[in-house]
T-cell receptor, first 112, second 111 residues
Framework: QKEVEQNSGPLSVPEGAIASLNCTYS??????FFWYRQYSGKSPELIMSIYSNGDKEDGRFTAQLNKASQYVSLLIRDSQPSDSATYLC????????????FGTGTQLKVEL | EPEVTQTPSHQVTQMGQEVILRCVPI?????FYWYRQILGQKVEFLVSFYNNEISEKSEIFDDQFSVERPDGSNFTLKIRSTKLEDSAMYFC?????????FGPGTRLTVT
């Protein structure tokens, strides 16, 4: 069973702080990694993709990948109340159109 | 910005009835997917579709389910003889170059 594991939270951070979200995966053949944001009752919204080891930054978001440790993380800098949502980690076994395997998601709450 | 659209947004049906969920993927995308999310649970893969045929399906996607791309734009999921446990959000997604974009979903309620 190929699994993607996330701490379900809730993770509470004060406004302006850095939120750190973590994900581990079991299949070493995984090639592509994604972070989606899901507001309650809405669909997953892609916020970051990462394919190689290291960091990838996009605005306030930084994705980090360590394939040796089978670990991917998402940092959100200067957290805003609008960032309060569930963050889903998703993993694709090989590149090019294959299915995504999702974790259960981490609920983030940004407090005023 | 192009987006995936889905209709209806909410479908209520009685147990044993057939439903068709519709999706219009992003126009130049080549890969299409259906996922479902039961309330409070994780997003689960159902089926992927490429070049007018199923490329992969999960154990959930049994003979009760079928997919079709009846024309150049629509992508449909048919669920025959619905059961109570089919109640969920059903998401369509499409992929042009490595990234999957999700539609807003159809909430299916089976009574």
């Amino acid at each position: 069973q190929k699994e993607v594991e996330q701490n379900s939270g809730p993770l509470s951070v004060p406004e302006g702080a850095i939120a750190s979200l973590n994900c581990t995966y079991s299949d070493r053949g995984s090639q592509s990694f994604f972070w989606y944001r899901q507001y309650s009752g809405k669909s997953p919204e892609l916020i970051m993709s990462i394919y190689s080891n290291g960091d990838k930054e996009d605005g306030r978001f930084t994705a980090q990948l360590n394939k040796a440790s089978q670990y991917v993380s998402l940092l959100i800098r200067d957290s805003q109340p609008s960032d309060s949502a569930t963050y889903l980690c998703a993993v694709e076994l090989t590149g090019g159109g294959n299915k995504l395997t999702f974790g259960t998601g981490t609920q983030l709450k940004v407090e005023l | 910005e192009p987006e995936v659209t889905q209709t209806p947004s909410h479908q209520v049906t009685q147990m044993g009835q057939e439903v068709i969920l519709r999706c219009v993927p992003i126009s130049n995308h080549l890969y299409f997917y259906w996922y479902r999310q039961i309330l409070g649970q994780k997003v689960e893969f159902l089926v992927s579709f490429y070049n007018n045929e199923i490329s992969e399906k999960s154990e959930i996607f049994d003979d009760q389910f079928s997919v079709e791309r009846p024309d150049g734009s629509n992508f449909t999921l048919k669920i025959r003889s619905t059961k109570l446990e089919d109640s969920a959000m059903y998401f369509c997604a499409s992929n042009g170059a490595n990234e999957q974009y999700f539609g807003p979903g159809t909430r299916l309620t089976v009574t």
